[in-house]
């Protein structure tokens, strides 16, 4: 797990422009879990893209997962996927790969691809929405669809989980925030490949507004809170 520290001086940033008591306050039905990329080719040993941390957030990804179909809200399971043959071409990204290097990420991330699934380990049901990006970011227009389905069912909140913290995770928080969007960006149930880059992106997340940086714990405490009727029930 990674040693998750926000620096000292971003948090008294913080705290002077938003005060000790400016925490967001979670609507657990008008709330979805996005999980960014915790597919098998981030995840298994020697995988492609392998994140070797991104083994071990698992167990909190599965309990905010079950807290959050538990007070009413949506589970949003995001895979990376590669296609070239998608109407608006990643030619920054794609076009400066060499034919080899294209042609192995294609065959990792292709739909159907044996390392674009779903890590087994993830608890993903029937009710769960299971959503392809082409980009880092799960809301750029045209490649995703993630925010049409969110508006069609009231979502203006999310808990992020997955990997790579300071890629596509990070990516998607800065523009979800950016749309209107009301975000928890989860410290232990996150993972990039060093602690240095995970702890880049939490001072970021915190000290540009961009998001409320908690646990898990305090993640389902927010969502419980939120529904205690749900709860009790």
């Given at each position: 797990?990674?040693?998750?520290?926000?620096?000292?001086d971003?948090?008294e940033?913080?705290?002077?422009?938003?005060?000790?008591?400016?925490?967001?306050?979670?609507?657990?039905?008008?709330?979805?879990?996005?999980?960014?990329?915790?597919?098998?080719g981030?995840?298994?040993?020697?995988?492609?893209?392998?994140?070797?941390?991104?083994?071990?957030?698992?167990p909190?990804?599965?309990r905010?997962?079950?807290?959050?179909?538990?007070?009413?809200?949506?589970?949003?399971?995001?895979?990376?996927?590669?296609?070239?043959?998608?109407?608006?071409?990643?030619e920054?990204?794609?076009?400066?790969?060499?034919?080899?290097a294209?042609?192995?990420?294609?065959?990792?991330?292709?739909?159907?691809a044996?390392?674009?699934?779903?890590?087994?380990?993830?608890?993903?049901?029937?009710?769960?929405?299971?959503?392809?990006?082409?980009?880092?970011?799960?809301?750029?227009?045209?490649?995703?669809?993630?925010?049409a389905?969110?508006?069609?069912?009231?979502?203006?909140?999310?808990?992020?989980?997955?990997?790579?913290?300071?890629?596509?995770?990070?990516?998607?928080?800065?523009?979800?925030?950016?749309?209107?969007?009301k975000?928890?960006?989860?410290?232990?149930?996150?993972?990039?490949?060093?602690?240095?880059?995970?702890?880049?992106?939490?001072?970021?997340?915190?000290?540009?507004?961009?998001?409320?940086?908690?646990?898990s714990?305090?993640?389902?405490?927010?969502?419980r809170?939120?529904?205690?009727?749900?709860?009790a029930?």
């Amino acid at each position: 797990m990674h040693a998750s520290e926000i620096r000292p001086d971003v948090i008294e940033r913080v705290l002077a422009m938003r005060g000790a008591e400016a925490v967001l306050v979670v609507d657990p039905a008008k709330t979805a879990h996005v999980i960014v990329d915790l597919q098998v080719g981030f995840m298994r040993e020697g995988a492609t893209a392998e994140v070797p941390v991104a083994r071990q957030i698992i167990p909190q990804v599965n309990r905010i997962s079950r807290a959050v179909r538990e007070t009413g809200g949506v589970n949003a399971f995001i895979r990376f996927t590669v296609d070239f043959d998608e109407p608006h071409y990643w030619e920054p990204m794609w076009g400066r790969m060499t034919p080899e290097a294209r042609a192995h990420f294609l065959a990792t991330f292709a739909p159907g691809a044996e390392q674009h699934a779903l890590w087994p380990d993830l608890d993903v049901t029937l009710e769960d929405l299971i959503i392809d990006k082409t980009r880092f970011s799960a809301f750029i227009p045209g490649t995703c669809d993630l925010d049409a389905q969110l508006k069609a069912r009231g979502i203006d909140t999310l808990i992020v989980t997955g990997t790579v913290t300071n890629c596509c995770c990070e990516s998607t928080v800065r523009d979800a925030m950016q749309m209107g969007y009301k975000v928890l960006f989860v410290q232990d149930g996150n993972a990039s490949f060093d602690d240095a880059s995970h702890n880049a992106t939490l001072s970021n997340m915190a000290g540009l507004f961009f998001a409320d940086v908690c646990t898990s714990d305090d993640a389902i405490a927010r969502l419980r809170a939120g529904a205690p009727a749900l709860v009790a029930a």
